[in-house]
């Protein structure tokens, strides 16, 4: 059994496909990238993961559970964290406590204790703030702990929000264009933190992507869709050799 | 000015940064426990009123400032506490019991008002809860062998221990400020733990905050029932400065002025509400000052420049008859809210923060430094 399968998942708005019984598994330990053209439909299997939208048929495992029908507050319980495309932070707060709340699903406790701050709150509290400080160092982001999101520039923005991802401690990450509207350094060490992710904290990755460079470095396997369909399933080199992915890029 | 340095988790969890923080708020306790032997009955039963609001403030900055869910039903939550106190204690349910029982009875009914806001936003929260704030003014005014109807109910003074604590007694203040002090407290350590921080997640947005494991409908549900609780005690100690209640006291413009309360206190920290308060309960004695005496300086300098015994009394009754047009406090209110969320978004605590930067920067402080913020929450009132 795939420690993630989706089966026949569809998505349909109306007469468009978005996504048209689209089925693929991930390994636990491996970074799998979806790629495809504007359209294609990639985000919006990660919406349907992420229970953003509800599939219009098929079904979603993970660690062979049947994760369809699960609220969309109890993916992130399950340990499927993820980040957006457009990137969705809470820009008037301060970036530890974003991170913070990447912690909420292991938040245990009660709001009459919450209320009284009880030294069982406090400790809690220790407990979350190591985890993130981990995070921080990790990402590097020591100079920005206090800062507001609103201020910050867009670079930033976006590895606080893989941290934030990151501070659930999921077992399988989504990521959204990790690397669009970042400069080459940029785009560099995310691929390295990519990597990382995977070697040191034992994260599965399931990303978009468009930057191809990025995809061939990390990936372990390659998806290509195209009109919600999917087109090619490899190796990064077996894919983008495939005839029907070149046609969908440079047209036939 | 002051550089802090962290050696320890604990010195982001603790409500005082430094030790300058311990010694202003003593100062301030110290003034504030003097203060009911030292100031008039008459500025001792403003700053009642101060706590009051300020309480009813707090709560609504948890629902509107933090979970970002508006509001402008809260004067049907403070009446729902005002009427279960004077309802309870007609059937001699002591002080303590009945202050409980306030706070829950509004607190419960505050989750139910947030179910159905769940499905709603903005605007349309307003709407739905301004028709929450109708529905529970009529039902006071109908449900007459309860609320006893427009006649209002009488309500005793707080019987505490077997001592009677007088509305205008030092200990009646001193109810209303502990009640205040454990409110803000309460707050504050709700702010800094999980459940503070999934208000302000989903405040600033509602996608990501679910991606993250919050269940957004029950902490809506939970803000609302917080917020509302918290009114609920409010009103008790309302019902009881005021010593009587009627279904007219808590109209729209009660809900009104506790939006002011958070509008130009700032909605970004529980100091708004408090500052607000004191703004709002000023602001009313300085509108009666205005209205008595206007007409007359206004007549006053027209005399001095030349005007006729005559032409003055005439405009001294114009503007007299101005002063005393109805829905003139309205209008002002009206004002004022327009005028801060213009140019002062952040309120007077905002606008404090700006002060105290000055002169700690002094002299190099640059008008520029706040000039990205005010652009960002000005590009933000179209959303």
Partial sequence: ?252 | MRFLFKTDYEDDIRLFPHSGYIVSYGLLLAVLLIAPYVLSSYLMSQLVFVCIYATVGVALLILTGFTGQASLGHAAFLAIGAYTAAYLQKYNVPFPVYFLAAGALTGLIGALVGFPALRLQGIYLVIATISFAFIVEEILARWESVTNGNEGMRVKAVSLLGVTVSRDSPTFYFICLAVLVLTIVGTLNLLRSPTGRAFVAIRDSETAARSMGINVALYKVKSFAISAAITGFAGVLFAHKLSFISPEMFTLQLSIEFIIVILIGGTFSLHGAVLGAIFIVMIDPFLTYLKDDMPGIIAGVAATFGAGSATAGNIQSKVAAFASLNGLKGAIYGIIIMLFVLFEPLGIYGRWLKIKLFFQLFPLYKRATFKRQKIYVKSERNR
């Avoid at chain 1, 957006?84 to 991170?99: C, G």
């Avoid at chain 1, 390659?222 to 047209?251: F, K």
């Fill in chain 1, 1 to 252: 059994m795939s420690y993630f399968r989706a089966e026949n998942l569809s998505l349909h708005f109306g007469g468009l496909k978005a996504v048209d019984a689209v089925s693929f598994a991930v390994e636990r330990g491996e970074i799998l990238s979806i790629i495809g053209p504007n359209g294609a439909g990639k985000s919006s299997i990660f919406n349907l993961i992420s229970r953003i939208y509800r599939p219009t048929s098929g079904r979603i495992f993970f660690e062979d559970q049947d994760i369809t029908e699960q609220p969309p507050y109890d993916i992130a319980r399950l340990g499927i964290a993820r980040t957006f495309q457009n990137i969705e932070l809470f820009e008037n707060a301060t970036v530890l406590s974003n991170l913070l709340v990447g912690r909420h699903r292991h938040s245990t406790t009660q709001l009459w204790q919450e209320l009284l701050f009880l030294p069982s709150v406090r400790a809690n509290e220790k407990v979350h703030r190591r985890r993130v400080e981990q995070v921080i160092e990790f990402l590097d982001l020591e100079p920005y702990r206090d800062k507001l999101i609103s201020g910050l520039p867009y670079g930033v923005r976006k590895v606080i929000e893989l941290a934030r991802a990151l501070c659930s401690e999921p077992k399988l990450i989504l990521l959204d264009e990790p690397s669009s509207g970042l400069n080459v350094e940029e785009t560099d060490d995310m691929s390295f933190w990519i990597r990382d992710m995977k070697s040191e904290l034992g994260v599965t990755v399931l990303m978009v992507e468009h930057d191809m460079s990025l995809v061939n470095r990390v990936s372990d396997r390659v998806i290509a869709l195209n009109y919600g369909r999917v087109l090619a399933m490899g190796s990064p080199a077996e894919v983008q050799r495939h005839p029907d992915v070149v046609a969908a890029y440079l047209g036939a």
